[in-house]
């Protein structure tokens, strides 16, 4: 009678786990209803071995991802730096998708009349001001400025094209700016595609601002 309503129990778990949504849950119900299956197959008048291997399998599955989950969940304390930086451009990252993204960044300064960019470069990096003003010139004439949280060459880098204009420090203070390559940075996207939307939303709301003039 014990054994039933253990397997009452695993059966329950599973109608709950098809019924909820968070993916923290399913794994919860699902290793608890593994779990009570085992001594129901154990203490069959015949142990059904079989079955117990293969859900004793399941078990150590899913008791696996629920480790990496929590861990994954756990909450995340961003630097001064990152959280300035959440604010000024990835307010629709999360702290942990944030994290991911800027320790794949070298973090770098440039001194007043720096080209970061010249007209003609392939651009093999993508750039984000973190503090400090650039110019954008065009045949030696400024005609973009740009500031903190706003990318450099991002259209280039997204079409694979070269750079169209100097981008140059400019003012009394030098730049501070993160540098990502492209290979780690595409090959992290293709890895976390839903974060790549995001970024690629990122950036052009970063190209509307500075052909709208915000």
């Not at 015949?46 to 078990?59: D, H, K």
Request: charged share 20%; with cysteine.
């Amino acid at each position: 009678m014990t054994v039933l309503i253990i397997y009452t129990i695993a059966n329950l778990c599973y109608c709950a786990g098809y019924a909820v949504r968070d993916i923290l849950w399913l794994r919860i119900l699902l290793l608890v209803a593994g779990l009570c299956e085992i001594p129901y197959f154990l203490f069959q008048s015949e142990p059904l071995i079989n079955a117990v291997g293969w859900t004793s399998l399941f078990v150590l599955i899913n008791g696996v991802n629920l480790v990496l989950l929590v861990r994954e969940r756990r909450p995340v304390d961003l630097s001064e730096e990152l959280q300035r930086l959440r604010i000024l451009v990835f307010r629709s990252l999360t702290p942990r998708e944030l994290l991911r993204l800027s320790d794949l960044a070298t973090w770098k300064e440039a001194e007043p009349g720096t080209k970061l960019v010249g007209d003609g470069d392939m651009l093999n990096h993508l750039i984000l001001i973190y503090t400090g003003r650039c110019d954008v010139l065009q045949n030696g004439e400024a005609v973009a400025q740009l500031r903190d949280g706003q990318f450099v060459g991002e259209m280039s880098y997204v079409r694979r094209g070269v750079a169209q204009g100097d981008v140059v420090v400019v003012g009394d203070a030098p730049v501070r700016y993160l540098e990502w390559e492209r290979e780690p940075l595409d090959k992290f996207l293709q890895k976390y595609p839903d974060l790549a939307s995001v970024m690629f939303v990122i950036l052009g709301t970063d190209l509307a601002d500075k052909l709208t003039g915000n």
